[in-house]
């Protein structure tokens, strides 16, 4: 069963607005850490914003915030005023806390975002 | 400091040849990630090591896979013999010590692998 489920391939963004990116996901544990990643065409990854299961604010860093909903278990990414920078692949992933020690993440298959002039 | 450096940046091979990625972690991390990225599958996890000891190889995906992390600050990955089907970007990621969900694994810049 697929773990994380980002069910937008692309998405297009004018220039300043807002954008939402959506990522649900699926786990039996009780702890767990969502995280969003941005790869910009040059290839690199890079970490965006953390989001514990546990943590009872939303993340925010900087013009990204998590819209985290834990009982429809999506933790959707929003960019506030979008710039031309923004634009490249966002990929979701998830740790999940049931096992001791620094586990992988497993990802989603990602949303590229397009920011439009 | 430096962040996690891979090499080469990009192989072009061909066909039944050995290949061998190489990975530095960040200086003091203890857990070392290889991923894949193709299209069709997106990103998915090799193997990963805790203090040079692989702990779970279930992604490799078959015996023409190798990696190994001979030390704290190298680790290879190693395919004999390459197939056009093992084309992909391969990620090289570390994260420090502890057990916290919300240890951030970094990634390096990436291998672009190409078996003609």
């Known amino acids: 069963a697929q773990k994380i489920t980002q069910t937008q391939p692309g998405m297009f963004v004018q220039e300043k607005e807002a954008v939402t990116l959506d990522c649900t996901y699926d786990?039996?544990?009780?702890?767990?850490?969502l995280f969003w990643y941005k790869q910009p065409s040059s290839g690199e990854m890079i970490f965006l914003i953390y989001q514990g299961s546990y943590d009872e604010q939303n993340a925010t860093e900087g013009r990204y915030s998590l819209n985290f909903q834990k009982a429809r278990k999506s933790a959707n990414l929003v960019i506030s005023a979008s710039q031309l920078g923004d634009s490249a692949m966002y990929f979701c992933?998830?740790?999940?806390?049931?096992?001791?020690?620094?586990?992988?993440?497993?990802f989603g298959k990602g949303t590229r975002l397009s920011v439009i002039a | 400091d430096a962040g996690v450096i891979q090499s080469p940046r990009h192989e072009v091979t061909e066909m039944g040849q050995e290949v061998t990625l190489r990975c530095k972690p960040i200086s003091g991390h203890d857990y070392l990630f290889w991923y894949r990225q193709t299209m069709m599958r997106g990103l998915e996890l090799l193997i990963y090591?805790?203090?040079?000891?692989?702990?779970?190889d279930s992604g490799m995906p078959e015996d023409r896979f190798s990696a190994k992390m001979p030390n704290a600050s190298f680790s290879t990955l190693k395919i004999q013999p390459s197939e056009p089907r093992d084309s992909a970007v391969y990620f090289c990621?570390?994260?420090?010590?502890?057990?916290?969900?919300?240890?951030?694994?970094?990634f390096g810049p990436g291998t672009r692998l190409t078996v003609l």
């Open positions: 786990t039996s544990d009780q702890s767990y850490g």
């Open positions: 992933a998830m740790r999940e806390g049931s096992r001791s020690g620094n586990t992988p993440l497993v």
């Open positions: 990621a570390s994260s420090q010590p502890g057990t916290g969900l919300r240890n951030e694994q970094f």
């Open positions: 090591f805790n203090n040079n000891v692989p702990i779970d």
